[in-house]
């Protein structure tokens, strides 16, 4: 067999791998990322893209699209007639910005960072949701619905959020974590990490102290360190709370996840929030409550009373990424200045998004998609839990919480980087490690896991590729015994 067949069958494994119910398009450009990222060398050549739609079973305009993308961010380059290969040199961001000059160093931070990663989608990908089964032909139907020409107003700039949007939220707030706001403490933001750089922008300088939990959430991570903040971390434990050394009193601001923490996907722990807010007394409380939940677990600290917290929310969480909405619940008289900084470096858009949004919760297509969602995530948690308890390595496993993330718990001789890559370039598995988001001193190792991807009979094959590829590392890790010799 030639190097191109070769490539031709390795192409077909890696794209039979990726999630059924994903696109052709987007399984097909995952699958060469993957391949591009961990596998070929610079200059490796692609097979021919007619024996490529044969083998694969996709349109040529398909392989198409996706080869001139890749070839516009950089990964393959051709020559039409003579084939494709892959380029290793401006598939690297370092070469890359070598030739064009230097960088700042909050932006290598940034790439080197394990939410950087172009692999976006698979199987066990963390912090996606089920994109599949969102009702898109009734989103569709709605966003007609508005878009006539009485509503030209809607192609304006926003100030301050749509108003109905702000009532829909509201009571979705209400309903789901009993939450009693005014309108004018609800701010609309292009969702979670926007929410958040506005809170730095707003509430702290540069160099100001962020205190995180650890594990901490990679994401309002980096959007702290772009800002120019000084991040500490407090070593959470579900069963213990707080441990270890606490940071300083008085930063300027304290980050919490909500209902769920993240990444390690268990409930999170009122009581210990509080006991932690009591202890630093920092200047504001910022809670992300982005993950989704039931509505009967409230283990939140915020007080939309209190002068001092914040709740942060997203709906591409709960629906789908790309939807880009979010709101901040801030004390009154917060708003005003929030929502004049965001116009004076953001500025405000996308009312036609918020129109459609308000009517999807106003109708209650929303929370019927809440409740159904909640349900479907707890069962796909519960089946992954039960194939992977007592996988060698796995010391334990989140308990199933009704959200879109899960955790496993890994010896602590165990590399869980080294395991992830394994994952990845052996069972076509997208994880994330658990040691890459705890601070120093908290020596946990494990992978991070999600559930929006994968579902059924793929959930139920894919558990099992996972807890064998595991077991096939620790295995092939496994130190000999050292024998003793007498006298």
Known sequence: ?????????????????????????????????????????????????????????????????????????????????????????????????????????????????????????????????????????????????????????????????????????????????????????????????????????????????????????????????AGGLAIEHAIWEPEKGYTGILPQPHPRLLYFTGTHHYPLGVKSVSTHKRDLIEHLGSDWILEDDYEFGDGHHRELSFDPDAGNQILIGSFSKLMFPGLRLGYLVVPRGLSDAINRVRTGVFREGRLLDQAVLATFIDDGDLDGWCRRMASEYLRRQQRLHDLLVGTPGVIGVSPPAGNISLSLALSPTLDDERLSKALLNRQHLVTRPLSRVCATGDHRRGLILGVGMVEGESLERQGRRLAEGIREFVEQNRQPPVHSRDG
């Open 1 to 225: 067999m030639d190097d191109r067949h070769r490539a031709l069958d390795r192409i077909a494994q890696a794209y039979q791998a990726q999630p059924r119910h994903l696109t052709k398009r987007c399984r097909l450009e995952q699958t060469l990322l993957r391949l591009i990222d961990s596998e070929w060398q610079d200059g490796q050549r692609l097979p021919g893209h007619r024996a490529l739609c044969a083998e694969l079973g996709v349109a040529r305009n398909t392989l198409a699209g996706v080869i001139d993308t890749l070839i516009r961010q950089g990964q393959l380059v051709t020559d039409h007639g003579r084939g494709t290969w892959v380029s290793k040199r401006l598939h690297s961001w370092e070469r890359e910005m070598a030739d064009i000059g230097p960088i700042s160093r909050r932006a290598n931070d940034i790439l080197g960072d394990v939410g950087a990663s172009p692999l976006q989608s698979g199987a066990f990908v963390p912090g996606v949701p089920d994109i599949a089964h969102f009702p898109i032909a009734r989103w569709r139907q709605l966003y007609s619905r508005i878009t006539v020409p009485h509503n030209t107003l809607l192609l304006s700039y926003a100030s301050g959020g749509y108003g109905p949007l702000k009532r829909a939220i509201a009571g979705y707030l209400a309903r789901w974590r009993g939450i009693d706001c005014a309108l004018d403490q609800i701010v609309i933001t292009e969702g979670a990490h926007h929410g958040l750089q506005l809170c730095a922008l707003t509430l702290a300088d540069n160099g100001d102290r962020v205190v995180m939990d650890s594990p901490f959430y990679w994401g309002a991570r980096n959007v702290f360190q």
